[in-house]
Every structure is written in structure tokens, then in C-alpha cells.
């Protein structure tokens, strides 16, 4: 399995960012998620879809801010990040797992990693 992220950048707080995440490789049924790890902090959750998009999780620090989707014909997942605030920013990881009967919040839940975008969000 085979991940990369894009989209990252420089936004102001308040601004919104998509990111990107085109996967390949024996995904099929696979769970897609976000991590996000910042300077000298470890990598936390950010959000995450199941394989048929029907069951999404989110960090309570993003709920209502961000959104996560998924579309399989175009080998892409998703992320929608509004009203960015500056402790938003860092490097942002695309994963990905097989499925499992409740979505994972660990990063030990998920076993593919993409490298990851840098999202800087300016106060």
C-alpha cells in the first residue's frame, strides 16, 4: 500500500486547507485516516473514515472544524480543515489499515503511512 499526501502550505487562522491523499496498492476495504504530529509532540489522530465512508471518527480538538471523505473511484482520501487555528499546525500523515470493527484512534491501529505535508497556520 502505497500513500501520499499533498496540499499542505502557509494559511492564516481562520483560513481553510484540503488535503490530499492519493493511495494505491491492495486497499480495498481499508480504513483512511489523518494523523498530525507537531514539534517535539507525538503523532495524535486526527480523523478517520471506514471503508465505505458510512462511520467517520474525529479528534474532539478538530470536531465541527474538520471533515474527512473519501473517494474510492479516484483512489483519494480527503481532508477539510476550516477556521484553522495556529495550533493546527504541523506536519500532517496520511494512513491507512485494514478494517476492523471500530475505527482506530492510535497510531499502532494503523499499519501504512504516507510521508507527511507540512500545514502551518499563522495567528
Known amino acids: 500500500v502505497q500513500l501520499q499526501a499533498s496540499g499542505g502550505g502557509l494559511v492564516q487562522a481562520g483560513g481553510s486547507m484540503r488535503l490530499s491523499c492519493v493511495f494505491s496498492?491492495?486497499?480495498?476495504?481499508?480504513?483512511m485516516g489523518w494523523f498530525r504530529q507537531a514539534p517535539g509532540k507525538e503523532r495524535d489522530f486526527v480523523a478517520a473514515?471506514?471503508?465505505?465512508?458510512?462511520?467517520?471518527a474525529y479528534a474532539d480538538s478538530v470536531k465541527g472544524r474538520f471533515t474527512i471523505s473519501r473517494d474510492d473511484a479516484k483512489s483519494m482520501v480527503y481532508l477539510q480543515m476550516n477556521n484553522l487555528k495556529p495550533e493546527d499546525t504541523a506536519v500532517y500523515y496520511c494512513?491507512?489499515?485494514?478494517?476492523?470493527?471500530?475505527?482506530?484512534?492510535?497510531?499502532?491501529?494503523?499499519?501504512?503511512w504516507g510521508q507527511g505535508t507540512q500545514v502551518t497556520v499563522s495567528s
Open positions: 496498492g491492495r486497499t480495498l476495504r481499508n480504513t
Open positions: 494512513t491507512s489499515t485494514a478494517p476492523r470493527p471500530r475505527i482506530g484512534t492510535k497510531s499502532s491501529d494503523y499499519s501504512y
Open positions: 473514515i471506514s471503508w465505505r465512508g458510512d462511520s467517520t
